[in-house]
DNA sequence: AGCTGCCGTG
């Protein structure tokens, strides 16, 4: 309804006719309906002016419940203080606007408030007082509330049962769930719905499609909610035949023929991506006749999380060439891309997007902004973006910590860490996480250990495998691997794969063969598929010379047919990205690369250089070994890099493992040589080569 | 006057 229709329709405020409390509260009761805030506004100006509010209880609580159902809180609150006689429909309409406004704690308050008026609440208050306890995560309170409820005699209504479900849900309290929905006299489809959807948030997706098939046994017809929740349950179990057979479903009965167009669609494509079946989603996704908005972030976000940065840039370029606007769930998943390639330039141009846009104020987008920049090398604008950002919430300063941890800024990280605590912010598993492995990549032994035990002491969090491995990565790092050992032997928890993977590339890199053995051994038992401890045990027999131990492990790696993921180094060069292989002999610049390695070598011997052959695998002759090293990929990255670059440009180079030791030296060495800046990152941290040094400072 | 509800950040 248009305001200027209506208001023509009415009588002049102005003028000496009155408008009749009635007419106006008819008309706001529609207009309600239409959340329109304007609208409201003008209305409310429109009865002010005739005077009518300030006496008129009636029009005040028509007023008030438009604004809350609007969403507009403070006005609603302003009208709401100023009326005497606050019946419950008033009340009512308060506690729902707060709590459907994320503002649950308001909405207790005045939950309060309203008892203390001795105001009784009825079916129409509960529902909303158990969602903002439920929000809160309010339990001991939660419970009160249900308690009051049964006293009250409102259990049975299903309105104020089912918001008891769903609160017990957000709780993670399945089974209290459970008992309530069993004792229930009533149930309608939203109980059904609550109880799938509730199962599969909770992880419970084999009770989830328990309650869906005893749902469909008494003859319960699902909506697209129940769908939505069931597509939802597929993907976390990676279930694809289920997933398959709603998939159909849906075809046959879902979104009441929308299919093409309904959001069901877009639910079923992210099904499919989350089974790891790229193809069926991109199969749906090219047949649908309207793409909206969803469709594209479902897919894209598919392609981002599998690591396809290619296809989510291609995407990405197709749906800005066509009418598809991207919107902050793009971006981020974009700004994913960017940093799984380095793509630093392409992430600078998302963020001039953003800022045109205005999705800048979006949390989650400077958090995807931060994490892009500092994973793409630019420590700076991950710091800048950072520092403007009006709103901090926990994942924000995870990523800045975790930024300055990869950079081997351990100090910063840890100082940003404290400011944090000073915040109103709680911390969680994982900025301990992020907090701790700064500390162990910039050999932090003695900040780091204080964190680690403050997590029980202070912060009531259990540490978790996680954290022990920071810890036992820590201490091993800095050479302390007697006491990483001992760490793991006091660990109430079963270590896991990573605690002993920590474990042994510490032995490695301070060449303790005993250690080693028994990590190793640990780590074989838990996972006899994982290719890394293998070739870890072998490299450091090879550095001890034991070729023959070298050869057992070989054979046992080539017994359970295992392989290492093969080594890769790519560029980015003029938006063209350049990846090379070991050895690497495709690159039609090919001959000048290894022209220049040559050269480079040389000039590289005369300094003083001697090759560390002991990460070469093979037992052949040292002048091979030597020649297998400069067939490394970071090595081919480098040389076509400094080939095609101006004099005295940064280069910047992504491996996808472990930067080898000899390249680290060699590297450094070139920066040197060349008078270049190197920035190169590899699978775990930044190593930034200038002037023959490296920021890592040997921690890596 | 209401309860359940697609794609996204560490």
Redesign the pocket.
Known sequence: MSLLKTTALLPNPCSTTALSSLQCGTLL?SL??SKSLTQAQQLHALVTTGGTLRHNTYLATKLA?CYA?CGHMLHAQLIFDQIVLKN??L???MI?GY??NHSPTKSLVLYREMLRFGQKP???????V??AC?DLLFRGIGRKVHALVVVGG?EE???????I??MY?KFGDVAAAQVVFDKMPMR???????M???CV?NGETVGAFEIFGEMRRVGVVG????L??L??AC?DVMDLKMGKEIHGYVVRNGGNGRVHN??????V??MY??CESISCARKLFEGLIVK???????L???Y??RGDAFEVLELFGRMVEGSAVP????V??V??AC?QISALRLGTSVHSYVVKRG?GV???????L??MYANCGSLICACCVFDEMPEK???????M???FGIHGRGREAVSIFYEMLGTNVT?????FT?VLSACSHSGLVEEGKEIFYKITRVYNVDPGPTHYSCLVDLLGRAGYLDEAYAVIESMKLEPNEDVWTALLSACRLHRNVKLAEISAQKLFELNPNGASGYVCLSNIYAAERRWKDVENVRALVKKSRLKKAPSYSFVELNKMFHQFFVGDTYHKQSDDIYAKLKDLSEQLKKAGYKPDTTSVLYDVEEEIKEKMLWDHSERLALAFALINTAPGTTIRITKNLRVCGDCHTVIKMISKLTDREIIMRDISRFHRFRDGLCSCGGYW
């Open positions: 009761q309600s309906n419940t159902a419950s429909f009340w009512n309409s729902r709590a459907c009825d079916n129409f208050t509960y529902p909303f158990l969602k439920g409102l209504n299903v309105y104020v049962g089912n918001s479900l769903s849900f309608d489809l939203t109980s059904w719905n609550t799938v959807s509730g948030k909506d697209g909610t129940t939505l929740a597509l939802s993907g309904g959001f069901l669609v877009n639910s494509i992210d991506c989350n909206d908005i969803v469709s594209w972030n479902s894209i976000s598919g981002e999380k919107d902050e769930v793009t981020i998943s700004l994913g940093n999705y979006n949390v989650a987008v400077g958090t995807a931060i994490g919430n926990l994942a924000v300063w995870t990523v910590v975790t930024g911390p969680d598993e994982g900025i992020a």
